[in-house]
T-cell receptor, first 109, second 115 residues
């Protein structure tokens, strides 16, 4: 069974710093990987989708990479802002969708 | 990105009543919709997967007679919590998979409080 792990579980950084969130998965047979953010009491907002044939995707200050063979993805956030504070989840699509447990990010003004 | 509308956002009900939550894909067809439950500070727990026009597939431990799921069209799925009890109080979130895309879009979630 696919297992998706996100490390760290929580992260606090001062405003302006660049940061990296990690997502690892045990089964490399995936169709794609998707990164989401969730604000407290809200649903999930899709940030980036990386197809299995791709190595990275970029949107604004966000860059997500995918290394299928090693079972890893990273979400890079440049020049962090307080508004980036949220929980970030990754999900992989194999025979079904599998979610990580999330990284709670706090950006301190 | 595509939009999924979930309604209601908040609902408070008395124990023993039934509550219906709607999930609509507004600008795409969702051949598959998923219902999740989320406890505070925890990740999503998949409850069931529904495909348009067929019966939902429930995850182990989820009572299908308590959590009725209907996926009548490619843009609408409903979750009915029947005879709700305080332990059913939770945050329920739906998502739709855009047809053929393998990409998920989520609703805003519904906070259910059973008194």
């Amino acid at each position: 069974k696919q297992e998706v792990t996100q490390i760290p579980a929580a992260l606090s950084v001062p405003e302006g710093e660049n940061l990296v969130l990690n997502c690892s998965f045990t089964d490399s047979a995936i169709y794609n990987l998707q990164w989401f953010r969730q604000d407290p009491g809200k649903g999930l907002t899709s940030l980036l989708l990386i197809q299995s044939s791709q190595r990275e995707q970029t949107s604004g200050r966000l860059n997500a990479s995918l290394d299928k063979s090693s079972g890893r993805s990273t979400l890079y956030i440049a020049a962090s802002q307080p508004g980036d504070s949220a929980t970030y989840l990754c999900a992989v699509l194999g025979n079904q969708f599998y979610f990580g447990t999330g990284t709670s990010l706090t950006v301190i003004p | 990105g595509a939009v999924v509308s979930q309604h209601p956002s908040w609902v408070i009900c008395k124990s023993g009543t039934s509550v219906k939550i709607e999930c609509r894909s507004l600008d795409f067809q969702a051949t598959t919709m998923f219902w999740y439950r989320q406890f505070p500070k925890q990740s999503l727990m998949l409850m069931a997967t529904s495909n348009e026009g067929s019966k939902a597939t429930y995850e182990q431990g989820v009572e299908k007679d308590k959590f009725l799921i209907n996926h009548a069209s490619l843009t609408l799925s409903t979750l009915t919590v029947t005879s709700a009890h305080p332990e059913d109080s939770s945050f329920y979130i739906c998502s739709g998979e855009r047809e053929g895309a393998g990409e998920l879009f989520f609703g805003e979630g519904s906070r259910l409080t059973v008194l």
